[in-house]
C-alpha cells in the first residue's frame, strides 16, 4: 500500500500572514532554517506562498533602480517626507504584495507518487496540505526523499 501526504507530512508549519512585513519573514525563514512558508489568513487558510526567492526579488538591483525612478517621478524635483520613504522601504512591504497565488495544494489522502507528480509538474519544491479549507501540514521534496530511502517499495504506485 501506498504512503500518503498524511504519512509523510510535517504537521508543526510555520506561517505567515499577509500583513507581516518582509523584514519579519525574513527573520523567521532564518530563524528556523527554512526556506519558505505558507501564507494564511486569519480562518487558516492558504492564501499564498512566500520564499527566500520570493523576498530576493524586491532586493534586487532592477528593482531597486525602478523604485528609483518612480520616487523620483513622484518627488517631481522635492523631497519626499521620510516617513513616506521609510514606509516604503523593502523592509517593511507586506508578505501580501509579494506572496505567489495561487497556491498548489494537495489533501493529506493523495498518495505520494501523486504528490511527487504535483511537485515536478508545477516546479514547485513544496506542497501544503488542506484539510476542509485549512492548512494541517506540508510535503517537501525533503519529506519524499526521506520517505523513499526508508522504504522505496511503500512510494511507488502498484502497478
Aim: proline share 6%; aromatic share 2%.
Amino acid at each position: 500500500m501506498s504512503l500518503t501526504a498524511a504519512d509523510i507530512m510535517t504537521k508543526s508549519v510555520l506561517t505567515a500572514k499577509p500583513d507581516d512585513t518582509v523584514a519579519a519573514v525574513a527573520r523567521l525563514l532564518s530563524e528556523h532554517d527554512i526556506s519558505a512558508v505558507p501564507v494564511c489568513d486569519s480562518r487558516g487558510a492558504v492564501i499564498g506562498m512566500v520564499s527566500e526567492g520570493d523576498l530576493l526579488t524586491p532586493v534586487g538591483a532592477e528593482s531597486t533602480a525602478r523604485r528609483s525612478r518612480w520616487l523620483t517621478i513622484l518627488a517631481e524635483g522635492t523631497d519626499l517626507a521620510s516617513d513616506f520613504v521609510h514606509y516604503i522601504g523593502i523592509g517593511n512591504r507586506r508578505i501580501g504584495d509579494l506572496m505567489v497565488k495561487p497556491v498548489i495544494t494537495a489533501t493529506a489522502d493523495t498518495p505520494v507518487p501523486q504528490l511527487a507528480d504535483m511537485l515536478v509538474r508545477h516546479h514547485i519544491k513544496r506542497l501544503p496540505i488542506v484539510q476542509d479549507g485549512r492548512l494541517v501540514g506540508i510535503v517537501s521534496r525533503a519529506n519524499l526523499i526521506r520517505a523513499f530511502a526508508r522504504n522505496p517499495d511503500a512510494v511507488v504506485e502498484p502497478p
